[in-house]
Nanobody, 124 residues
Framework: QVQLVESGGGLAQAGDSLRLSCAAS????????MGWFRQPPGKEREFVAA????????YYADSVRGRFTISSDNAKNTVYLQMNSLKPEDTAVYYC?????????????????WGQGTQVTVSS
């Protein structure tokens, strides 16, 4: 089992920055990839960014490429999502997820473990 705990969400204004953290515990060494997803109000959960557990490869959704940066610190078993130039449409609950078998997965069903989510609200 892998436990994931997100932190760092909150209120921001358009143009601001926030950094989300996802701390993994348990059998974190068995994970192949990590991902960030978000679920806007009234919408389905959507892919944001993914990274291999080693940090060597990264993939972003078009909507955040150039504004968000995913990174990992294996020594701390933590994955980060640096969000710059935030827009009101970035408002969502952000979830961290872990994939045991593959990396850079962009679909919800591909992930085995999920955090509880952290709210990010961006005002205009």
């Amino acid at each position: 089992q892998v436990q994931l705990v997100e932190s760092g969400g909150g209120l921001a204004q358009a143009g601001d920055s926030l950094r989300l953290s996802c701390a993994a515990s348990g059998r974190a060494f068995s994970v192949s990839g990590m991902g960030w997803f978000r679920q806007p109000p009234g919408k389905e959960r959507e892919f944001v960014a993914a990274i291999t557990w080693s940090g060597g490869r990264i993939y972003y959704a078009d909507s955040v490429r150039g504004r968000f940066t995913i990174s990992s610190d294996n020594a701390k078993n933590t994955v980060y999502l640096q969000m710059n130039s935030l827009k009101p449409e970035d408002t969502a609950v952000y979830y961290c997820a872990a994939d045991r078998l593959s990396a850079l997965n962009t679909v919800v069903a591909g992930y085995d473990y999920w955090g509880q989510g952290t709210q990010v609200t961006v005002s205009s």
